[in-house]
């Protein structure tokens, strides 16, 4: 018995279907859709760094400074797109001590990444 035209339709609707299904739920590892670029600041004025990741499911973004989460009343941090992207706001800058490698880590249930970017505080 030869399947009919109805049939092979419907069986290849049933595999673009299952395709899809496996295709959304495979997880995936975080991957940075925007990264942090290096900044020359003046003490006692303004820098912001932005970070943004995606993956599945959607990665959570952070930011440390020497391995540390950032922790100051001059570090103020701004989330967006759900959590999956931060601006690091530091106000005012202080030298020597904000001048340094600062770190963005997004992280997901599959994986964390880190990227970095450098402060330089001019007097």
Known sequence: MNPGPGMS???????????????CAAESPPVFIKTP???????????????????????RVTWNKKGKKV???R???IEFDEGAGAVLRIQPLRTPRDEN?????AQNSVAEITVTAKLTVLR
């Open 9 to 23: 339709l419907l069986i290849s609707l049933v595999n673009l279907i299952t395709l899809l299904l496996i295709g």
């Open 71 to 73: 922790n100051s009343q």
């Open 75 to 77: 570090f103020e941090t």
């Open 101 to 105: 490698i600062y770190e963005c880590i």
């Open 37 to 59: 670029v290096d900044q020359i600041g003046v003490s006692g004025g303004v820098a912001s760094f932005v970070c943004q990741a995606t993956g599945d499911p959607k990665p």
